[in-house]
């Protein structure tokens, strides 16, 4: 490739925690660079985020309508946009990019409702640009080496799997002292209806039916507001049935004091079990019913290509979450450079898109239904 994608970024403003992920992770490979942004609903702090980031000035927009429109109209136009803003905004971002000829890469949720979801399936599918979903996980190395260990087969049947999420930032009502990552995550208009749920509930979910091949058939939800006052849930466990019989058990709490970023993800076949965690992303532990257990590490030459084309660095040197998020990057700057020499259907299997976003609202929507009627709920 000769020259570099240019992307426009939505949110990301001065305090913002992701969009300045997204910029770090989407340029490590060279392939990607930041050069527009409507980054804060308040202009001058759009323009204050645009020169912290050293883009020309002229090009730090104050809305992304006037950003999409500057921007097709440019020879130099951006390529396509990453949306980082709070959950509301997630669809009108994507529908009028789109409308502009701009693809897109999301973060999760895709939006703010499942209502919203169909609608944006079917303006993805008009549009028919790339779009990509920043379900982070799915770019660590060793989660492509846990999918690849199950679609093997080797594991045996899959019966049970075991995922949780667990967070302690939400322990007090941070949010009514004006906290900005908590007010518009306990906000069901900046939200959407589900809060630990759709916030972290809906990684755990993802990375449940990425790494198993599997799909959630029914599941049973529990989901409660510990904190007083709160108006969205910060505590959620649910059962899930899976279409291959298997069961499974998915937690996730923002309410677990003393967590900070606890995912970890057990899979149990009939001859074996892998066990994953993400503050120990560079491990992976594998269990066998009848030897003993293997610990496979990052870059190690025995692992599958699905992991090894991932992995930037030798082995022993840790890679993390940039690293991860700028996998998905890396997938989402080929597809697109694919997408414009002509191949109509460019993005790989392995980059979350609109099909995951699709699931992942759904899940919100059913686990709210479930806690709502006490009762297992049809997927
Ligand atoms: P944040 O509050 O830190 O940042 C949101 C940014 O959006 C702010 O800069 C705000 O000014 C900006 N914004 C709001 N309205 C805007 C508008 N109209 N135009 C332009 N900018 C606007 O929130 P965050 O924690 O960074 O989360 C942002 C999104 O990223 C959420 O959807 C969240 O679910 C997702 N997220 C994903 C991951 C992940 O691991 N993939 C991690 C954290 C957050």
Redesign the pocket.
Known sequence: MSKKLRMGM??????????P?HKMAAELDGKIQLVAG?????PE??RA?GASFGIDPARAYA??AEMFEAESKREDGIDFVVI????N??LPVAEAALAAGIAVMS???ATATFDEVLRLKAVVAKAGLPYGL???YAGYSLVREARALCASGNLGLIRKVAVEYLQGWLSRPIESAGQ??AA?RSDPALNGPGGCIG?IGT?AFHLTEYVTGLKVTSLNAALRSVVPGRRLDDDCNALLRLNNGASGVLMASQVAAGERNGIRLRVYGEEGSIDWRQEDPNQLSVKWLDRPEEIRHAAGSYLSSDALTVTRLPSGHPEGYIEA?AVLYREFADGLCAFKAGNANPLPATLPGIEAGVRGMRFIERAIESSRTENWVEF
């Open positions: 939505v949110g990301g403003g001065p305090g913002a925690f992701i969009g992920v409507a980054f804060s609903q308040s702090r759009s985020a809305s992304y980082a803003t709070p959950n905004l997630h973060d999760k949720p920043t379900h982070t900005k990552q518009w916030d990684h998020f």
